[in-house]
């Protein structure tokens, strides 16, 4: 796959890469941003370019590219990439826009690192990048077609049909696509973009799991609104769905997308679905899926929250669990409360706790639960290659995830 030549530059140069990939991601988006503003304008998350967690992804994912191009010079690490794919699908990405990305990204690099990068050097990455570049476009257009979707052109109005306050701060929409066409298919666990425009005539892009089983004409997402914390500004696209969106207005939203999904797992297998706060969504989808399907699997549900009343979706989780012949659910909360009289008190602890044995393990919630969660897992013996996760905003996880 990477030639021999260019396997011994990116071996030699690719501590030198991966050191200063911060810094060169960091003037990448600088200068792209900078001649192409449209780029921010219902494309990139800029809450995520301020945080700098867009810019660690990148560069996490060229460098684990890279690194195993070079384990494995003879087969392109493709599984790497699916994530993006699907992410890429749900914002629109399209393969001409990879000219401008690949413009930006080797300018950056001759920036960053000057007269080390010579002619020999930039051809090497060039094969990386046009490596990486081939395989997500090659997946982008095989989501595009199977969602029956012209590339990029992914947007659909639907309307809310019901608005339901679920806790405090988390709200749900049920909607419907506003034309009265069927929905478009969806595999549980899934999420949809949710494209909104901005007070100041910008349009930005978040997106949001399916929180219902994924057939029939009706959708639901669930929304927490974020409070900024540290004195960053509050989460902008959550607080508008929060503060301003209704039963009856009509939202912007994008195909379904993902590759955490239900379906990818041996259909016989038991499930354990662990989550903690707003984490609940895509499992609470997995979850209604199975009871529409009267599963007869094994299913464990687990999640951890603050207390009974800022768990979204609770009631609903306990009535689906009770639905299934075979499945059960524990809970824990920091404050417990007489709602859940049974729920464990302080932070999820798997200790003790009966795993059912050859179980495909689901992961949603913040990344330190996830990776301590995934910790306790390693250690009850279940193996790396069961346990999938999703991350509610770039994945700053992908080097670790192969393992
Ligand atoms: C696959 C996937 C599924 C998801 N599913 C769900 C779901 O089902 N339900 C759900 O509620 N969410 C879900 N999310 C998260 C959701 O997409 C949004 O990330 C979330 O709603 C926050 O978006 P926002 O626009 O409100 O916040 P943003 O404006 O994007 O802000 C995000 C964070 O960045 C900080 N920030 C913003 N600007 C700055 C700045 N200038 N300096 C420093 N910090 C800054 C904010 O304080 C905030 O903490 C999902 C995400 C993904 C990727
Ligand atoms: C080889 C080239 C590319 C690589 C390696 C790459 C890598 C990534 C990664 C790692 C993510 C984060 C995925 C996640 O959520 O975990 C991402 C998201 C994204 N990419 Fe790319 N990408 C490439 C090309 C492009 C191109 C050509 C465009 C279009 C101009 C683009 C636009 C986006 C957007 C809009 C997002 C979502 C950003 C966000 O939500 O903050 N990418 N990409």
């Known amino acids: 796959m990477l030639s021999a030549e260019s396997a011994s530059v990116v071996r030699a140069t690719l501590p030198a890469v991966a050191g200063a990939l911060d810094e060169i991601t960091s003037r990448f988006y600088g200068t792209m941003f900078h001649d192409r503003p449209e780029l921010l304008d219902g494309l990139f998350n800029r809450g995520n370019q301020a945080s700098g967690a867009q810019r660690r992804a990148l560069a996490g994912s060229i460098a684990a590219f890279a690194g195993a191009l070079l384990d494995h010079p003879d087969t392109r690490p493709d599984a790497l990439l699916e994530r993006i794919a699907h992410k890429h699908v749900s914002v629109g990405v399209t393969d001409d826009q990879y000219t401008i990305v690949h413009k930006y990204l080797f300018a950056a690099i001759a920036d960053v690192l000057g007269d080390a990068v010579t002619a020999e050097v930039a051809a090497a990455w060039d094969e990386v990048y046009w490596l990486m ?4 476009i090659g997946q982008e257009a095989r989501l595009y077609h199977e969602a029956g979707l012209r590339p990029g052109v992914i947007w659909r109005q639907w309307k809310v049909v019901e608005r339901r306050t679920e806790t405090p701060d988390v709200v749900s929409f049920v909607i419907r696509p506003a034309d009265g066409a069927p929905a478009p298919r969806a595999r549980a666990g899934q999420y949809v973009g949710v494209r909104l425009l901005m007070a100041d005539g910008m349009h930005q892009v978040r997106q949001y799991s399916l929180s219902s089983a994924p057939g029939g004409e009706l959708r ?6 974020v409070a900024g914390t540290d004195g960053a500004p509050d989460g902008e696209v959550s607080n508008l769905l929060f503060d301003d969106v209704c039963r009856g207005d009509e939202l912007t939203l994008s195909s379904p997308a993902g590759d955490v999904v239900l379906d990818d797992t041996d259909g016989a297998a038991p499930l354990v679905l662990v989550s903690a706060g707003i984490g609940c969504t895509p499992l609470t989808g997995m979850l209604a899926h199975l009871a529409a399907e009267e599963s ?17 979706l609770r009631a609903e989780t306990r ?8 499945a059960r659910a524990v809970f824990w909360y920091e404050r417990p409360g007489p709602e859940e009289p049974a729920a464990r008190s302080g932070l999820m602890d798997l200790t003790g706790l009966e795993l ?28 790396a290659r069961r346990i999938r996760y999703e991350v509610f905003g770039p994945d700053l996880w992908l080097a670790d995830a192969t393992g």
């Open 319 to 326: 009535e689906l669990v009770e639905r299934l012949p075979d």
């Open 296 to 312: 007869a699997r094994p299913v464990l549900v687990l999640h951890a929250d603050r207390s009974p009343a800022e768990h979204a």
């Open 133 to 136: 570049a081939g395989a997500l």
């Open 220 to 225: 639901r997402i669930t929304v927490k609104r």
């Open 356 to 383: 059912p044995a050859g179980a495909a393990v689901f992961l949603c919630g913040a990344l330190p639960f996830m990776r301590g969660v995934r910790t306790q897992l390693l250690a009850a013996g279940v193996p």
